[in-house]
Nanobody
Framework: QVQLVESGGGLVQAGGSLRLSCAAS????????MGWFRQAPGKERELVAA????????YYADSVKGRFANSRDNAKNTVSLQMNNLKPEDTAVYYC???????????????????WGQGTGVTVSS
């Protein structure tokens, strides 16, 4: 059983930056693909970024390409999402998720993920 705990959310002005972190425990972190999802009020959950277990493969939603950067530190069992040039439309609850994979692949559908964190809120004011 893998436990995921997100941190780093908060209130920021448009154009600002935040760094979200997700700490994992209870599993072999280096064998899990990780994803960051977000859900805004009244909207469906959407994938923001994903990273393979090695960190060598990444995926970004078009809406965040060039602004967000996903990274992981397998020695520390953490994955991070650096968010720059934030926009009001980035306001949402952000979740990290984990999926054990047999290869170094990115996982892009929420239904495939096995474990989820409790979420951390990000509010971007205009």
């Amino acid at each position: 059983q893998v436990q995921l705990v997100e941190s780093g959310g908060g209130l920021v002005q448009a154009g600002g930056s935040l760094r979200l972190s997700c700490a994992a425990s209870g599993g072999t972190f280096s064998r899990y693909a990780m994803g960051w999802f977000r859900q805004a009020p009244g909207k469906e959950r959407e994938l923001v970024a994903a990273i393979s277990w090695s960190g060598g493969r990444t995926y970004y939603a078009d809406s965040v390409k060039g602004r967000f950067a996903n990274s992981r530190d397998n020695a520390k069992n953490t994955v991070s999402l650096q968010m720059n040039n934030l926009k009001p439309e980035d306001t949402a609850v952000y979740y990290c998720a984990a999926k054990r994979t047999t290869g170094s692949i990115v996982v892009v559908t929420s239904e495939q993920y096995d474990y989820w964190g409790q979420g951390t809120g990000v509010t971007v004011s205009s």
